[in-house]
């Protein structure tokens, strides 16, 4: 049976709509973050075989010093961590979610982002990508395991942006914004360990580098409204190698794999 609208105030329901994104403080315990941290850095440590190139599970992100390649993220990672697959289906947040929607939420995609030390941050662009039925609908939960915050490189939004949709081509293709100039000056996601800020996929959002000495890991969930397509999740990866693969030529396409 699905929630009832309980569990956000009207207030932040409105803020949500009009604004593009809202910040829930202490959702989770700062046990319960520790226990998520726990066990992703136990998937880092013990499946240093997913670690190449050539996995379509991982990325890696850029040095702002050396060049260096660092690893970033893992996409996903709720099959690998049992405590992040807890997080994922929480009730605390399919709840809220619901209260959003007006309707139950289905997991759509999920990644667990380290941003190491001196990692470079993300250019302005939206989630929403124009493939054949990609829900529009479509929006994300941060939850900080760190402290996001100027230092660390936190994610910014740019705020009421959302209410004009989409704003590239609709070609399939990943577009940013670096060039746009928003009449809004971007927020900070000023966020504790536990906090959790949610997004909406037309949001523009970017993050800066992380100056700090630590990693800034942040877990990015991804729902969708039933209606809008119901649960997506296999589907969406299935569609994201195929699209990941037509990145490359021929000769590289067949050897990336995913693990």
């Known amino acids: 049976m699905g929630a009832s609208m309980a569990w956000l105030t009207d207030d932040e329901i409105a803020f949500y709509r009009t604004e593009g994104y809202l910040v829930l403080q202490a959702l989770f315990s700062s046990a319960e973050v520790a226990a998520l941290a726990d066990d992703v850095e136990r998937v880092g440590r013990e499946r240093r075989d997913l670690i190449d190139a050539n996995n379509m599970r991982v990325r890696f992100q850029t040095h702002t010093q050396t060049g260096e390649a660092l690893m970033e993220v893992l996409d996903p990672i709720a099959d690998l961590s049992p405590t ?56 994300t939960v941060l939850l900080a395991i760190d402290p996001f915050d100027d230092v660390s490189g936190a994610t910014q939004v740019y705020p009421r942006i959302h209410t004009q949709g989409y704003l590239s081509s609709e070609d399939g293709q990943h577009h940013t914004l670096e060039d ?58 299935a569609e994201f190698h195929d699209w990941i693969r037509t990145k490359y030529p021929p000769e590289k396409a067949q050897i990336l794999y995913f693990r």
């Open 180 to 237: 746009r100039k928003f009449p809004v000056e971007p927020v900070m996601l000023d966020l504790a360990p536990g906090d959790v800020a949610i997004f909406s996929c037309f949001t523009p959002h970017s993050s800066k580098p992380n100056h700090s000495a630590r990693s800034r890991r942040g877990y990015f969930l991804s729902y969708n409204a039933q209606s809008d397509g119901g649960d997506q999740y296999a589907k969406h990866y």
């Open 84 to 139: 992040a697959s807890k997080v994922a289906n929480d009730r605390r947040i399919l709840d809220r979610l619901h209260d959003l929607y007006g309707e139950p939420a289905c997991l759509f995609k999920e990644k667990l982002i380290w941003k190491p030390p001196r990692a470079i941050g993300a250019t302005v662009h939206q989630d929403w990508i124009s493939w054949p039925n990609f829900p529009k609908s479509f929006l």
